[in-house]
């Protein structure tokens, strides 16, 4: 369904991606791995058309997206659910408001039927009671809850998760994944998951690829991880 | 003895001197292209941002309630402060104009000065310089703590484009709310210059108001409020293209956003002055 192939990317002089080449299947969720600074949110990025390739390819269902025209792209991110690893709520507007803005501007539903579908979209990922506060009166946990339920709200196709559980304490962390993982039972989406939280987040998906200086290190199942005798993947895995 | 040391230390060094200038000039020729090229990019995204914003002025949907909500920020919020600056300009130029005439025995024509001075000329630039201050600044901040927050990414990702939901409500904000200030700026201007003239320096209200309705003719109205609705695009063209791209030309977090609220108004200012000349040599 994703086809990353030999993506290149520099800033300033400084190569941040070295030729990346992978492939996501439909349905299945993948966690890209890395240390900081490795390229895993531009990787995000660019599969979400936010940023254009200096060389290589990112191609969705064989539509590329830094060639795609305005609508073919727009049609793209119909289908498309980012969560940002800030949430990236909209400030002035509450919880409710911030998760109802995509269906009362895309969609045709009248004001009740939004107004029942945000509320169980809000009591899916645990914030009932909290619709009317803003972004700031909430702890980081249920800004990436709200995040999330916005992101869900109009049943995507494909999800992206920018460091879901960055700056949250382990417990809160480990809430946010099971979450994830609960929407991708209940939803089927097909999930990419930017993540330096392993081994928690191989409990949850199918593959995972580790970046290490602009280049894929390793490419497997979380067993196959699990399993790994390399220096790097070790160093990772145990913290 | 000491002479000698002397030329020999500079022999010495005259190689290192030539290497160091032949390194430095194209060095400084590099830099100074590096800065032109620059430069023009950015004049050029300028261009590009501002041709974009009125494509997605003249092509619906337009976002109504945000515009109304642009009209009451930048419009009604303004009000006292115009009308405040308004007055006190006007009150100034009964004082210095009366003093100015009356040397030359000419004092009925106080009215004529104060409405001419404020419709065609302090008007428009003073009421588009305190929105600038007052607005314009506050559009670039909150534009720029959205691009760096990532909130017009998640706009993009949604499918929505960004320039609907923030920049053209403000252009069409800035063109309805700019000439209606300055109306409002005008009208207690010239209240205010009776207020000294009439009131203060004995004027009477009949010359005032009658030699201004005699000498201010229609086109020195349109002049203004022409003034005026080029000043608004400026206002809203300048401060949501800095406040849009302030992560990317002014630097990142919140120094950057702090860089593109003080360039927005900088460069409004500068802007609405330069524009004023070429308005006014043009309609002269």
């Known amino acids: 369904m994703i086809k990353i192939e030999d993506l290149q990317k520099s800033f300033d002089g400084h190569d941040v991606l070295k030729g990346i080449s992978f492939e996501v299947g439909k349905g ?139 700056g949250l304490d382990p417990v ?67 913290g | 003895m000491k002479r000698i040391s002397t030329k020999v230390g500079a022999k010495n060094l005259s190689p290192l001197h030539n290497a160091g200038f032949a390194a430095f000039f194209p060095m400084l020729i590099r830099k100074l292209g590096f800065l032109t090229l620059e430069y023009v990019r950015r004049m ?40 405040l600056t308004g007055g006190f300009s006007g009150m100034v130029l009964g004082f210095q104009g009366f003093y100015s005439l009356s040397r030359f025995g000419s004092d009925a024509f106080l009215g004529p000065m104060v409405g001419l001075a404020l419709i065609k000329e302090l008007g428009p630039v003073i009421a588009a310089l305190m929105v600038t201050g007052r607005a314009g600044s506050a559009i670039a901040a909150e534009i720029g703590i959205m691009r760096i927050s990532e909130q017009i990414d998640a706009l993009e990702l949604m499918g929505l484009n960004p320039y609907r939901y923030l920049v053209v409500p403000n252009l069409i904000a800035a063109m309805i709310c700019l000439p209606l200030l300055t109306a409002l700026f005008d009208v207690v201007g010239i209240f205010g210059g009776y207020l000294i003239g009439g009131k203060l320096l004995g004027v009477g209200a009949g010359t005032y108001f009658g030699e201004m309705a005699h000498y201010v003719e229609m086109k020195d109205v349109l002049e203004g409020i022409y003034k005026s609705l080029s000043f608004g695009v400026i206002i809203a063209w300048v401060c949501c293209f800095k406040g849009y791209y302030s992560g990317i030309y002014t630097g990142f977090g919140s120094e950057g956003v702090s860089k593109a609220t003080t360039q927005a108004v900088v460069l409004s200012s500068v802007l609405i002055l330069v524009w004023d000349y070429f308005m006014t040599s043009i309609l002269f």
């Open chain 1, 172 to 238: 809160t962390g480990q809430s946010i994944l099971n979450l994830i993982d609960s929407c991708h039972q209940r939803l089927s989406f097909t999930g990419i998951i930017v993540t330096h939280e392993i081994p928690k987040v191989f409990a949850i998906v199918d593959r995972v690829v580790m970046l290490h200086e602009g280049r894929v290190r390793a490419e497997g199942t979380p067993v196959d991880f699990s399993k790994s005798r390399d220096p790097v993947i070790q160093a990772f895995l145990s």
């Open chain 1, 28 to 166: 299945e969720v993948f966690a890209l791995v890395g240390g900081s600074g490795g390229g895993k949110s531009v990787l995000l990025k660019h599969v979400a058309g936010l940023m254009k390739p200096d060389r290589g390819s990112v191609t969705v269902d064989g539509m590329e997206i830094a060639t795609a025209g305005q609508e073919a792209l727009q049609a793209f991110r119909e289908r498309l659910g980012f969560l940002f690893q800030g949430g990236a709520l909209f400030d002035s507007l509450s919880v409710f408001e911030n998760v109802a803005f995509p269906l009362k501007e895309k969609s045709k539903l009248s004001r009740n039927v939004i107004r029942e579908k945000v509320l169980m979209e809000l009591e899916n990922v645990g914030l009932s009671g909290s619709e009317h506060r803003y972004p700031s009166q909430i702890s980081g946990g249920m800004v990436k809850r709200a995040a999330l339920a916005r992101a869900l709200v109009e049943d995507p196709e494909i999800m992206l998760f920018d460091e879901p559980t960055t």
């Open chain 2, 44 to 83: 050029g995204a300028m261009g590009v941002f501002f041709l974009k914003t009125l494509l997605y002025t003249f092509i619906p949907p337009l976002k109504i309630y945000r515009c109304l909500k642009q009209i009451q920020f930048i419009g009604f919020q303004s009000i006292l402060l115009i009308a």
